[in-house]
Nanobody, 116 residues
Framework: QVQLVESGGGLVQAGGSLRLSCAASGRIVNINTMAWYRQAPGKQRELVAVATTGGNTDYTDSVKGRFTISRDNAKNAVYLQMNSLKPEDTGVYYC??????????WGQGTQVTVSS
């Protein structure tokens, strides 16, 4: 069974940077979108950034200009470069992959904590 494995989370001071990585343990065919979500304590999971196979990207307003999503289609991997981090970016970050066949895969999550 294919799993998504995230890495790169941790504790960082406000203004710092982190790079999250997510890779599939096996081959996923017909990938459509790859995305990052996050869930802060006591809040619902929210979409942070998404990248389509065609190269289009989109971000939630609060991270525009600070975060960059990228993907390596050959490796079934997606990355999230996070700069100028703020305490409100704290949460568990999850990667998600969706295929054209409506299959959805989620990672187990990686904790990001930004101290003020």
């Amino acid at each position: 069974q294919v799993q998504l494995v995230e890495s790169g989370g941790g504790l960082v001071q406000a203004g710092g940077s982190l790079r999250l990585s997510c890779a599939a343990s096996g081959r996923i065919v017909n990938i459509n979108t790859m995305a990052w979500y996050r869930q802060a304590p006591g809040k619902q999971r929210e979409l942070v950034a998404v990248a389509t196979t065609g190269g289009n990207t989109d971000y939630t307003d609060s991270v525009k200009g600070r975060f960059t999503i990228s993907r390596d289609n050959a490796k079934n991997a997606v990355y999230l470069q996070m700069n100028s981090l703020k305490p409100e970016d704290t949460g568990v970050y999850y990667c998600k992959t969706a295929t054209y066949g409506a299959l959805v895969y989620w990672g187990q999550g990686t904790q990001v904590t930004v101290s003020s």
